[in-house]
């Protein structure tokens, strides 16, 4: 899967949005495919991906197939993807992933198996407290856990730095890089949101 496709994917998507027949709120991907791209040539197809609302592109690198993606998020499912072939689980609450995939995490150790888990979070989620605690736990524990962050540069639409008083020393032990969204937070930006 190359880049031209994510991006051809998306933009489908776009189109189906506005043609008004995705009713619920989508949040797509955009200006982070070569990033993505890289990490997921790491990412072992019997591991687990957890990521948050602007998950498509995660679910298609791991494995999802793009028909039956696309069939999810006209369904209303954009935010809240979930697969056991891949698999992969996204939630839309703010770090709501974080303590699953440690618990996946820990059971992988405790099951002896050869796969890891990888939690991707945006830069806001990444200062928050479920994060500092979970990224502690997860070390101390040594857990074949993989933490990602993806710095936007944005808390929803403020300024992480804004709404955060500057930002923490990012940890050595986790994936980081900085992106500029290609979307808005959410829709497509041809509508008026309230």
Same mark, same amino acid.
């Given at each position: 899967?190359?880049? /031209?496709?994510? &991006?051809?994917?998306?933009? @489908? &998507?776009? *189109?189906?949005?506005?043609?008004? /027949?995705?009713?619920?709120?989508? $949040?797509?991907?955009?200006?982070? *495919?070569?990033?993505?791209? !890289? ?16 998950? $498509?592109? $995660? ?12 069939? =999810? ?5 954009? =935010?809240?993807?979930? #697969?056991?072939?891949? !698999? ?14 440690? @618990? ?6 405790? %099951?002896? #198996?050869?796969? !890891? ?6 830069? =806001? +989620? ?8 979970? $990224?502690?736990?997860?070390? %101390?524990? %040594?857990?074949?856990? /993989? ?8 808390? +929803?639409?403020?300024? +992480?730095? !804004? ?8 940890? *050595? ?14 829709? +497509? @930006? ?5």
């Amino acid at each position: 899967m190359d880049k /031209q496709f994510l &991006i051809d994917f998306e933009s @489908g &998507i776009k *189109e189906v949005y506005e043609a008004g /027949q995705i009713t619920a709120p989508i $949040h797509l991907s955009g200006g982070n *495919e070569d990033e993505l791209i !890289k990490i997921f040539e790491d990412v072992n197809e019997d591991d687990w991906v957890f990521s948050s609302w602007r998950n $498509h592109y $995660h679910a298609l690198l791991h494995g999802i197939k793009p028909d039956e993606l696309a069939n =999810m998020i006209v369904r209303g499912k954009s =935010m809240s993807l979930y #697969s056991e072939k891949p !698999k992969f689980y996204s939630s839309s609450i703010v770090g709501g992933i974080i303590p699953i995939a440690v @618990g996946t995490a820990k059971a992988q150790k405790l %099951n002896d #198996s050869k796969n !890891k888990t990888w939690c991707f979070v945006g830069d =806001m +989620t990444f200062e928050s407290g479920i994060f500092y605690e979970a $990224h502690k736990y997860a070390r %101390n524990h %040594n857990l074949p856990l /993989q933490f990602v962050v993806e710095d936007n540069g944005l808390s +929803t639409n403020t300024p +992480t730095n !804004k709404t955060w008083g500057g930002s923490r020393d990012i940890p *050595e032990d986790i994936i980081y890089y900085k992106y500029e969204r290609g979307y808005p937070h959410h829709g +497509t @930006g041809n509508w008026i949101l309230f």
